[in-house]
């Protein structure tokens, strides 16, 4: 079960540099609050792919960082199936913005990771295989992260996330760091297996055609602090085409503006 529902978020920071280091008092804040976003209300269905949007710094990362249970919002809360969360969950899986590999493990004992909860051993061997074979990395599985490439380093993250097949994925920008190739090619891998499994995938992203593209449905954030300035429900049929679908391209011209850009490429 994947039903998310966040009431009310709000997160704020306060300024480290504004912190007062005098010696009498060094460490009380004494300085301005840096309000990421508030008012932030959304609900993600069973099963649905949401993609998230919005410009650099308005708190996409923070956000997603609240809903999978890795930070504590300073108001409000995320409730995952009927239950307010408390922390990170083994059934939800993060693919971080920036590579996350362990680095004193290969290729393959990373994706391993994903499916150490496998307990046949030629069962998850097999699946370590077929992922590793979907992101192109085959002949790479002694390799270590720093003996990758950037975009390689990428798609075995990639790749150990999508091997867990969890009740839940969030990915901030899974795609950046990645050739335009691969990055066609994994974002069609990850619609068709969201297609396949149907568990709730949560991404971050800022690029509006992998929102249009990939997304049930997409939530745009904007403003300072930011709010949920749009929220809409994709019904166009797969594989989506901008140049064929009206509807489509009128709606991305929409989001480019909504986000500051007044004509879309
Ligand atoms: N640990 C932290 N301490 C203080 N401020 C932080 C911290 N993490 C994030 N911020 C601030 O919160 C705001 C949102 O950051 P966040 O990383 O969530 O943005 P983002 O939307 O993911 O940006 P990008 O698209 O560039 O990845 C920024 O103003 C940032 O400076
Ligand atoms: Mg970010």
């Not at 508030?38 to 410009?55: A, K, Y």
């Not at 046949?120 to 097999?126: F, L, S, V």
Request: hydrophobic share 40%; aromatic share 8%; proline share 5%.
């Amino acid at each position: 079960m994947g039903h998310i529902v966040v009431k009310n978020l709000r997160k704020e920071y306060i300024e480290r540099r504004k912190l007062n280091r005098s010696q009498e008092c060094p460490y009380v804040p004494c300085g301005e609050v840096n309000v990421v976003f508030e008012d932030i209300n959304l609900e993600f269905q069973e099963g649905e792919m949401v993609c998230i949007l919005g410009p650099s710094g308005c708190g996409k990362t923070t956000m997603l960082r609240i809903i999978a249970g890795f930070d504590k919002p300073t108001a409000g809360n995320v409730i995952v199936n009927g239950k307010e969360i408390t922390g990170p969950s083994p059934d939800h899986i993060f693919v971080f913005q920036h590579s996350a590999l362990l680095p004193w493990m290969t290729v393959w004992e990373n994706v391993e990771l994903g499916v150490r909860h496998v307990r046949d051993k030629a069962e998850r061997e097999e699946k370590i295989e077929e992922f590793i074979e979907m992101v192109e990395l085959e002949g790479f599985e002694d390799n270590y992260p720093y003996q990758l490439s950037g975009g390689m380093q990428r798609r075995a993250e990639l790749a150990r996330a999508l091997v867990a097949e969890p009740e839940t994925l969030f990915m901030d920008e899974p795609f950046s760091g990645l050739d335009f190739l691969t990055h066609m090619k994994m974002r069609e891998e990850v619609v068709n297996m969201h297609e396949f499994f149907e568990k709730t995938t949560i991404i971050v992203t800022h690029d509006i055609d992998d929102a249009l593209i990939m997304g049930d449905r997409i939530t745009l954030l904007g403003g300072r602090p930011a709010q949920v300035k749009m929220s809409r429900k994709l019904d166009f049929p797969r594989p989506r085409d901008f140049t064929a679908d009206e509807e489509l391209t009128e709606l991305r011209h929409e989001i480019f503006l909504a986000l500051g850009v007044n004509y879309a490429l």
